[in-house]
């Protein structure tokens, strides 16, 4: 019975061996180094378990590194950006009614001129002839109403002889027929007489329009300015027609001009006259200029589908360093705000994040024993009137009141918030 347990013992550890690809050689003891052996690898498995877990662990122990700027106090300002044109606040085109020869141009470009100051003249020689013709005619004219004149005269004493020759006769003569006559011939000069001063009247009126035509061969300047372009050269034949000539461009004085720039529909709503402005030009660039809105206009313009509606700037020049013409970058302050609580717009943008799947305690049992799966981060849900401050480590949310922004600052009050205090405006986690 014994040898028969035996061998069954002897054939279990046979079987181990073979499993295990070793087998007993004759004389071998039992096979305890084997078990040895195998017991060792679970030990360094376990030793590596433990390793790998600890480095796991030490990955994922991170702390998040907050970014802040502290909330100043200062001014803001809100403006709109429009491009646009400078132009002389009044500019006259000077052309000619008359038609003839410029036999000469007295002024240049970038001359200085003054009101009724003669810019050009053109041949006068056939308008003197027109004036001479119209002097001859108007003389004329006055001969014969002088001439008329006369014969009024005569007639009428003719009359009054005849009438003082009846009454002393006691109208026996002269005859009815002489006194008519007489009346008619008196009616005739007097008819004469008028038709003399109507000619008279029209002759002075010819040489009077000839005379204005002879002083509009002078070409005057409406107003005080500049040239700013001279079209006419000596020679040159000058054309009247329906469409007048434009021989040169004046501007009124430059040392105050107007920036017409395009606003666009979106910025145009806060844009109103009296408001300040700044402006710069490619000539200077690093100069910054002064304005004041005094226009807006009602009337939109659309180019490239782009609706925009232009606003007149008015612009002090007395440098005269501003020339007409010149393009134009304006900003203009549709809000300023001063002495008021500025926080950066990444503080209000700022919100902490969160994760429901902290680091699970338990030691290196649980650590090596899988968990739940984590659930995905999720953002804290705030009121977007809140900016977060650090408090002992932790982020904490402080309500606010915002205003006005300009995009990079935004208006806040609030009875918790403060100049110099330190809001959050990101975070970075880093590991440890």
Same mark, same amino acid.
């Given at each position: 019975m014994t040898n028969a347990n035996g061998s069954q013992n002897v054939q279990k550890q046979e079987d181990l061996m $073979?499993? %295990?690809?070793?087998r007993r050689r004759p004389g071998q003891k039992r096979p305890r180094r084997v078990l040895?052996?195998?017991?060792?690898?679970?030990v360094v498995a376990v030793l590596l378990a433990v390793v790998l877990a600890a480095m796991r662990s030490k990955a994922n122990e991170a702390t998040v590194r907050y970014q802040t700027e502290p909330i100043t106090r200062g001014t803001l300002r809100v403006t709109v950006s429009a491009t646009g044109n400078l132009q002389p606040i009044n500019k006259v085109d000077v052309g000619s009614e008359l038609s003839g020869l410029v036999e000469e141009v007295m002024v240049d470009d970038n001359d200085s001129v003054t009101k009724s100051q003669v810019l050009l003249r053109l041949d006068t020689s056939r308008l003197k002839d027109t004036i001479t013709r119209s002097e001859a005619t108007l003389a004329s004219a006055e001969a014969k109403q002088a001439e008329a004149s006369a014969s009024v005269q005569q007639s009428s $004493?003719? %009359?009054d002889r005849l009438r003082e020759v009846s009454r002393l006769?006691?109208?026996k003569v002269p005859s009815k027929t002489e006194m008519e006559t007489a009346e008619a011939t008196l009616a005739k000069a007097?008819?004469?007489?008028?038709?003399a001063k109507a000619a008279v009247n029209e002759a002075r009126a010819a040489l009077s329009s000839d005379e204005i035509n002879l002083s509009k061969a002078l070409i005057r300047s409406p107003i005080d300015g500049v040239v700013l372009k001279r079209s006419a050269e000596p020679g040159q034949t000058v054309a009247a027609s329906f469409q007048v000539a434009t021989l040169f461009t004046i501007a009124e004085d430059l040392r105050e001009m107007e920036l017409e720039v395009a606003v666009d529909e979106a910025d145009v709503g806060g844009v109103k006259a009296g408001q300040k402005a700044t402006f710069t030009v490619d000539a200077y660039p690093n100069r910054k200029y002064t304005a004041q809105v005094t226009r807006v206009a009602y009337g939109s313009t659309t180019s490239n589908n782009v609706v925009s509606y232009t606003t007149t700037l008015r612009v002090k020049n007395e440098d005269l360093t501003l020339r007409p013409g010149m393009t134009a970058t304006a900003e203009i302050a549709t809000v300023t705000a001063e002495n008021v609580l500025l926080v950066p717009n990444a503080a209000l943008r700022f919100t902490p994040a969160t994760s429901?799947?902290?680091?699970?305690?338990g030691g290196l049992l649980r650590s090596l024993m899988?968990?739940?799966?984590?659930?995905?981060?999720?953002?804290v849900k705030t009121d977007a009137q809140h900016v977060w401050v650090l408090r002992d480590g932790q982020a904490v949310a402080v309500e606010v009141r915002v205003g006005q922004t300009n995009g990079q600052h935004t208006e806040v009050a609030g009875g918790e918030v403060g100049e110099g205090m330190q809001v959050i405006t990101g975070a970075a986690s880093t590991s440890r």
């Open positions: $073979a499993l %295990l690809g070793a040895r052996w195998v017991g060792g690898l679970a $004493a003719n %009359l006769s006691g109208g007097q008819a004469t007489l008028a038709s429901a799947g902290q680091q699970r305690s899988p968990g739940p799966p984590r659930e995905p981060e999720r953002q």
